[in-house]
């Protein structure tokens, strides 16, 4: 029997420093105290100890691809980001797609992010990165736990064989129901896009994500129809609407009856900061809006919020490095939430807010019995951990170290003794 002990661990959830056994891959006892012989004990020295930061948007076919394009976003645009990828689309290899999705598994990996829903483009007829991703999400199991989207992102409707393509993704076994409504042609195709999705789910028994009305347009009105359909179809807390970046937009009466029912329909919502902050809202000239969704309305509306990273380093997004606090100190300041509660829901954003969203609540915690997938973070406190973006010390999944990392060591040599400062409140 192997056994892990980290002792000295600050629990979001609990007063004082607590003791966590782990014991063949599960979490067996979380105690004040345990004494014993244990095969290795970490010192979490009053350090925060939380399970795994989740990761429910990323698109891992798109990852890295910024210096392999033919032609850079020069105006920063969603629309020109579209444009450029479908370039690429055709000279796409399953060893380009897999090469860049590995490479991003090891950097989510380093910053504790055990856990992703990554969408994966199913307009080409090849359905390449279905293919792709969905190998990745078997050979990567024993490090991360990855839902796959099928995601039509030209649209179900625009092209004559969208529907079948989609349904073949689900054939291939994506997890996940994808749509795009806001890029079809017309209203009447967004309609249809949403209600295809919902019919596929139903079909094939998946969740579903839509990219839905990722734009600036106030008249971009499809949530509405993906909350109508999840109240009909009782399809509640099992649809994700992603960005709904109009609603900061919406006229304010109308926004106050839809965001009532989002919360009938239990629509879970994923704003995108790092994207979404640079694409959306560029047409406005100025006084310029905020791109993101109406996120602390939401929130106080008791809607389940979560935030997403996205994409990393390509035509949409060219920074980026698959960290998750990273995002979550974007969205204090472009979403006004860095209030002192706030920052703790900031944390649950990127923790248990988006388990909740990809459905995973009954695997995912430090809870006796649980699978051992736990960090350990270079903070004190969810406050510190987000004003510092703070680096995960360790990384374990189901009970072994697969991460360690050596904070950076400052030292000043300004006086007769060297001082090291670790920008940490004394």
């Not at 004494?35 to 970490?42: K, L």
């Not at 860049?100 to 829903?117: D, I, P, Q, T």
């Not at 006084?287 to 996205?310: F, M, Q, S, W, Y």
């Not at 736990?374 to 697969?402: F, P």
Request: aromatic residues 6%; negative net charge; contains cysteine.
């Amino acid at each position: 029997m192997s056994s892990l002990l980290i002792k000295n661990a600050k629990l979001r959830d609990r007063d004082g420093f607590k003791s966590i056994l782990i014991e063949n891959g599960k979490i067996s006892k979380i105690t004040d105290e345990l004494q014993g012989n244990y095969d290795e004990v970490i010192d979490a020295m009053g350090n925060l100890v939380i399970p795994p930061f989740v990761d429910p948007h990323v698109h891992m076919d798109a990852v890295l691809s910024a210096g392999d394009l033919s032609r850079p976003n020069k105006s920063g645009t969603l629309l020109e980001a579209i444009d450029i990828w479908g370039e690429r689309k055709p000279f796409l290899t399953k060893d380009i797609l897999k090469e860049n999705a590995w490479e991003v598994v090891k950097w989510y990996v380093a910053n504790g992010v055990l856990r992703v829903r990554t969408h994966a483009d199913c307009s080409d007829p090849t359905l390449l990165t279905v293919e792709s991703l969905l190998e990745i999400k078997e050979e990567a199991k024993d490090l991360i736990d990855i839902q796959v989207v099928a995601f039509p992102q030209d649209g179900i409707f625009t092209k004559p064989d969208g529907e079948a393509l989609l349904r073949k993704a689900l054939e291939m076994g994506a997890d996940v129901v994808g749509g795009a409504p806001h890029i079809e042609y017309t209203r009447e195709d967004g309609v249809r896009d949403v209600e295809c999705v919902y019919r596929f789910a139903e079909e094939f028994d998946r969740l579903i994500d839509i990219h839905i009305d990722e734009t600036g347009d106030p008249h971009s009105r499809f949530v509405e129809v993906m909350a109508k359909e999840n109240i009909v179809r009782g399809w509640q807390g099992r649809a994700a609407a992603s960005h709904t970046t109009a609603m900061h937009n919406y006229n304010n009466d109308y926004a106050f009856k839809l965001m009532g029912i989002l919360k009938k329909a239990e629509l879970n919502m994923i704003t995108n900061p790092f994207d979404n902050s640079v694409l959306q809202n560029r047409t406005d000239g100025y006084p310029r809006k905020r791109g993101h969704t109406r996120v602390d309305e939401l929130l106080a509306r008791g809607v389940n919020v979560c935030i997403g990273h996205d994409s990393i380093m390509d035509p949409w997004y060219s920074m980026g490095k698959g960290n998750m606090i990273a995002a979550a100190n974007l969205l204090a300041h472009t979403a006004h939430m860095n209030g002192h509660d706030q920052i703790t829901i900031l944390m649950d954003m990127i923790t248990t807010r988006s388990a909740k969203t990809m459905n995973i609540e009954d695997t995912y915690g430090i809870e006796e019995g649980k699978p051992a997938d736990i960090i350990i973070l270079d903070a004190g406190n969810d406050a510190e951990a987000v004003r510092l973006t703070s680096e995960c010390l360790y990384v374990i999944r189901k009970g072994k170290v697969i991460s360690r990392t050596t904070p950076a060591v400052r030292r000043l040599e300004i006086g007769a003794e060297p001082e090291f400062v670790d920008f940490k409140l004394k």
